[in-house]
């Protein structure tokens, strides 16, 4: 077997073995067993268990942040652009729940460096949020240009503080990651229904939420 399929094996199972067994009590053993090779094959490829435990949080953080990008399409509306992204966000989670565990629950909790690794993540995550965020400001804004006095009109032809831009977009990243936990763990709920759950509660507003009004998905308009 050519090495590189053979990592690609290995880091499956390391993936595997991590997300259902923990970073402390995962042996390489288990890794090696789980793959098909010997323990000294697993270290001469992917060196000590550390190493691969941050070879393992690389790779998971790299693919989910590249499912995300790919789910946006820049010529789609705001809304559409933020759903599709929280589409692609959930159903990567539900599609890799061991590869979500290893990000949003061991690398967090094992301190440095796995912890920075994931907070790496986070901050590309947030970056394109805000970038969405800001892109629906505009939309707003050039609905409405010649707004004034108070209320949501007035708010909607404002520019929104860099600072505020960032807020929204921690706040809207954390509630995804608490979602996505959620959603693997309750039996029938699809990365859709997930996604509409978030766009329901940051995109239409609680209060409106509240009133009745929901933000329909793209197939129910």
Not at 83 to 109: C, I, M
Not at 172 to 182: D, M, P
Not at 195 to 220: C, I, K, Q, V
Request: glycine letters at 10%.
């Amino acid at each position: 077997m050519p090495r590189a399929e053979r990592e690609r094996q290995m880091m499956a199972a390391a993936v595997r073995t991590f997300g259902r067994r923990g970073y402390r009590a995962a042996s390489m053993d288990e890794i090696a067993e789980l793959a098909g090779v010997s323990k000294p094959l697993v270290y001469l490829y992917l060196n000590s268990k550390e190493e691969l435990f941050t070879a393992c949080v690389r790779q998971e953080a790299a693919a989910l942040l590249a499912a995300v990008e790919a789910g946006v399409d820049p010529g789609q509306p705001a809304d559409r652009q933020l759903w599709s992204g929280l589409t692609a966000f959930f159903s990567h989670t539900a599609e890799h729940p061991d590869g979500w565990v290893v990000l949003n629950r061991q690398a967090r909790t094992q301190g440095e460096p796995f912890a920075g690794e994931v907070a790496g993540l986070r901050d590309e995550l947030v970056a394109l949020v805000a970038g969405l965020i800001a892109a629906a400001a505009r939309e707003a804004r050039a609905a409405c240009p010649a707004s004034a006095g108070s209320g949501p009109a007035d708010l909607a032809g404002r520019e929104l503080p860099g600072q505020d831009l960032t807020g929204l977009a921690q706040a809207l990243v954390g509630a995804a990651e608490s979602l996505a936990g959620w959603a693997n763990e309750t039996p029938g709920v699809s990365p859709e229904e997930a996604a509409a759950t978030l766009m329901n509660f940051a995109w239409t507003g609680l209060g409106n939420l509240l009133d009745g009004e929901r933000w329909p998905p793209p197939s129910a308009r």
